[in-house]
């Protein structure tokens, strides 16, 4: 019966220094195979030796997943009798040849796994190679197989010739028996365990123990002890999936390897050995493998039972989160053989850990008869079935209710396929519907109608399928109804918008696909399907995007949701209003995707939020919070409205506080030099200290005449040669400019506290401030400033209680540029310090200031007095309740 043959290569027309030929003698989940040198010559010849001379059964070729040839010849060699065994005697005879995918329907994700049954003896496999599918990831024009897989019988002469057995008395019986021949020894059966899938998927331990159990399960079957052989059953099963899940960590342990992360290598080692050892006290391996002693302590060595072979497409050895979809590949005939491709199976080696180990496909066969390849038969032309081969499962009683639409138009054995497990299937079935859409004659729009309604059933089901193919064939199908089918039968505008309302929901979610082509095939189309000359005028695309989503979405499907919108407001703008997008609507989206918990989806509402304002301005603030202090203290509204100002051209929070806190040191120090002025000059006055002429000049306003000299008259306003002016400073209040002797210490605190027409009492903390910053007083300095915000339009400082209504009313006196704004009368008036003493001091100044009348009827009141205001007067002269 056919076994795994062993072989060796001895030549190659040339390989790459990294992936050397070398690499086919051996099957596991880590091997690299072989690729021939950058930009060689083409054919490229591969020859591979046997142990021993044999019949041929099957051949297994696994292809690259991008440096793919497009054909390969297949020969077999033998060396005539009596000449040496070896390559240079070596005769040759041509059995065909094989066609390879370009693999583009798979994104260059999977590999080819042809299989390929012949009949023929040899003793050398000659592999020729043509040149290459040329694509975007093979740089250098390169070949490559991962693995090669030779399946025969050895040539023997008689049964002493039966490699490793040692058969005796009762063992030859055995052999003999025509109930064992009946159970094991069919000569066209191949064991699944010989399947290049099983090595390339097991761990090379794990597969050894697998073949030792499969014989024991032989020999007790043939013992009749069947409940051991029921045990062995189970135990190959898990088995299975134990190696399938060290062979995955193998390839991490590697690739950590490879990055240089040996902690990661070393906890990937840890864990498997662990695991093993675990698995293997759980199910008894060493019992089940009799090591300590049988109960028949008879040998018996026959070869594996039988079950189908399993041809199947491998997955690459990556360590992506999830494994890329499968392509299915169609079969082939080539001459003196039969090809057929395999089946796509899920690899296990690369599942994301999101999905339970247990549920993954196992990547052998599970049971049922052995499989007999047969050659395809065509179907007829005018077949029903568009071209579909085969037949689906049929439909469950739900499905059949769920599907009856589609089931009238397009037939259930279609239907059925749509339906299928197998994904081919579901693939060719939604070409199919497509071929009958295409070729629908016009006329009747009610059944164009009909047909258009029960195609969106199928392409919903597609685009929702994590099949890539299947995926991409049902975006193929709604494109070519958005573009051709509606424009053909003549139908209406509210059949492009059923059609786009239908869809476009799952494709939104598939926008949030865990595959990253799947993600961006759904997105592109989105931005495509917006430019359909028939979809664009409907505005459909846009206005379901910018629909805002209730709760939080995953942060996938949600940064995935934002982008579209982004990508549609710079595809389609704003400033078309036939485009759909709105200040309204798009900010009504960006509000709640700013709430969102994940970072990255902010990002992206911000970019959107800042393209917007730069576009139109002021409009996008009344979609946002006030900008206060207390919102800044976020830092993404922080710098969502220092980009704001930038835009505006208006300095930042940062560039005002760092120039008020320079304004403030300055104020600071005049004052503080003022003091000292002051006090030098009563020193001087009482004779204290000499008269320092030096401090006299640097009075900037005043000077004192040398002693001797006589005082002019008194005028109503002290001239620069008053000596009282000068030795009577402390009399003088430095706001209003006000003389009084009755200034003292006391006095003029007594004035600050009730009369000064330049200063306030702050209603909330009682402190004396200056009128023309009592604004920034209840903003930055008041106990209270925590109730007050600011009002962009007035500049005023409005209780927060007020502040919405006061702001939305827009009633206020808005402030101007270059003037000063009074807080107590609301009113604009000259800018400067003269401009405050005018305003608040002057006859028909401020009707708010109730201080000024006052001022103005006191007969000994003075103007002209040194000033200075921006401090509250509570450094050196704020007054508190007493």
């Not at 024009?141 to 025969?152: E, K, S």
């Not at 001091?841 to 003075?862: I, T, V, W």
Request: aromatic residues 6%; positive net charge; hydrophobic residues 30%.
């Amino acid at each position: 019966m056919p076994q795994k043959l062993s072989f060796k290569v001895i030549h190659a027309s040339g390989q790459d220094d990294v992936c050397r030929a070398s690499e086919l003698n051996y099957h596991s989940p880590l091997t690299k195979g072989w690729q021939s040198a950058r930009y060689c010559l083409y054919p490229q010849d591969l020859v591979i030796q046997l142990d021993k001379r044999a019949r041929l059964r099957k051949i297994q070729v696994l292809s690259h997943q991008f440096d793919i040839a497009t054909r390969i010849e297949i020969f077999v060699g033998d060396v005539p009798d009596g000449m040496p065994l070896v390559l240079d005697n070596a005769r040759y005879t041509r059995l065909g040849y094989v066609s390879l995918s370009d693999n583009e329907k798979t994104g260059f994700k999977a590999r080819e796994l042809k299989s390929v049954t012949v009949d023929a003896v040899g003793v050398f496999l000659k592999l020729n190679i043509h040149k290459n599918h040329i694509n975007k990831y093979n740089l250098y024009n390169q070949v490559g197989l991962v693995a090669i897989n030779v399946i025969g019988d050895h040539i023997r002469k008689g049964l002493e010739d039966v490699d490793d057995l040692d058969i005796y008395g009762e063992q030859r019986k055995l052999l003999e028996d025509p109930n064992a021949e009946g159970l094991y020894n069919r000569p066209d059966y191949i064991s699944p365990l010989d399947d290049l899938a099983f090595d390339m998927y097991q761990d090379p331990e794990i597969a050894q123990i697998i073949r030792k159990l499969e014989k024991k399960k032989q020999e007790a079957v043939l013992q009749e002890r069947y409940e051991y052989a029921k045990k062995l059953k189970h135990t190959i099963g898990e088995l299975q999936k134990v190696g399938e899940k060290l062979g995955k960590y193998e390839v991490e342990k590697r690739q950590a390897v490879e990055n240089e992360d040996y902690d990661k290598a070393k906890l990937k080692k840890i864990q498997m050995d662990e695991y093993r050892l675990q698995i293997y006290k759980d199910l008894n391996v060493k019992d089940l493998l009799e090591t300590t002693g049988s109960r028949h302590p008879q040998k018996i060595d026959l070869e594996p039972t039988r079950g189908p072979t399993p041809p199947r497409l491998l997955d690459l050895p990556r360590s992506s989160p999830s494994p890329p979809p499968r392509t299915p590949y169609d079969e082939r005939i080539i001459p003196a053989m039969k090809s057929k491709e395999s089946a796509p199976v899920e690899s296990n080696l690369n599942t994301s850990p999101k999905t339970p180990y247990d549920e993954r496909p196992l990547p052998v066969a599970r049971t049922k008869p052995s499989v007999v390849e047969e050659e395809p038969v065509e179907p007829p032309p005018d077949s029903a079935g568009g071209g579909i081969t085969g037949e689906a499962e049929p439909l469950s009683e739900k499905d059949m209710r769920e599907a009856s639409a589609a089931v009238d138009v397009f037939g259930e054995p279609l239907v059925s396929k749509a339906y299928s497990k197998t994904w081919s299937y579901r693939e060719d079935a939604l070409l199919a519907v497509y071929k009958q859409m295409q070729e629908l004659s016009t006329g009747s729009k009610d059944d164009a109608r009909t047909m258009l309604r029960a195609s969106l059933f199928l392409i919903k089901k597609a685009i929702a399928d994590k099949v890539y193919a299947v995926f991409k064939a049902g975006l193929m199908l709604l494109k070519m109804i958005l573009t051709e089918f509606i424009n053909k039968h003549k139908l209406g505008k509210q059949d492009t918008i059923t059609t786009v309302e239908r869809t476009l929901p799952n494709l939104l979610h598939k926008s949030g696909d865990t595959a990253v082509r799947n993600r961006d095939d759904a997105k592109n189309f989105v931005y495509e399907m917006a430019e359909f000359p028939n979809v664009k005028p409907t505005m459909v695309v846009p206005h379901e995007c910018v629909k805002p989503w209730k709760g939080n979405p995953a942060p996938r499907l949600a940064q995935s949701r934002s982008e579209i919108v982004e990508a549609l407001y710079e595809q389609l703008g704003i400033k078309d209003s036939k485009s759909g997008l709105t200040v309204d609507n798009i900010m009504n989206f960006c509000v709640v995707v700013l709430q969102h918990p994940s970072a990255d989806v902010r990002l992206v509402g911000e970019r959107i939020v800042k393209a917007l304002y730069k576009e139109v301005g002021q409009p996008v603030k009344d979609y946002l919070p006030v900008d206060d202090e207390k919102t800044r203290k976020n830092t993404m509204w922080r710098l969502l409205f220092e980009y704001f100002d930038q835009v505006d051209g208006k300095p930042s929070k940062s560039d005002i506080k760092r120039k008020k806190a320079e304004e403030e040191s300055r104020k600071q120090q005049e004052i503080e030099g003022l003091q000292r002025q002051l006090q030098q000059l009563k020193d001087m006055a009482s004779g204290k200290a000499p008269v320092d002429e030096n401090a006299l000049k640097s009075e900037p306003k005043r000077s004192i005449k040398k002693p001797g000299k006589a005082a002019p008259k008194p005028k109503p306003k002290p001239e620069p040669d008053d000596d009282a002016s000068v030795y009577n400073m402390d009399n003088i209040c430095i706001f209003c400019g006000e003389k009084n002797p009755s200034f003292t210490e006391e006095g003029l605190d007594l004035h600050y506290w009730k009369n000064c027409p330049m200063l306030k009492r702050c209603a909330n903390c009682k402190q004396v401030v200056e009128i023309a910053s009592y604004t920034d007083h209840l903003l930055t300095e008041c106990e209270a400033k925590s109730n007050y915000a600011k009002c962009n339009r007035c500049t005023e400082a409005i209780t927060k209680a007020e502040h919405e209504q006061h702001v939305a009313e827009k009633a206020c006196n808005a402030a101007k540029a270059g003037s000063n704004h009074c807080p107590l009368c609301h009113q604009n008036h000259l800018m400067g310090e003269d401009g405050w003493k005018n305003h608040l001091m002057a006859k028909d100044g401020c009707k708010q200031n109730p201080r000024r009348l006052l001022a103005l009827n006191k007969p000994q009141g003075k103007a002209g007095g040194a000033t200075t205001r921006g401090k509250p007067v509570g450094k050196g002269v704020k007054k508190t309740p007493r």
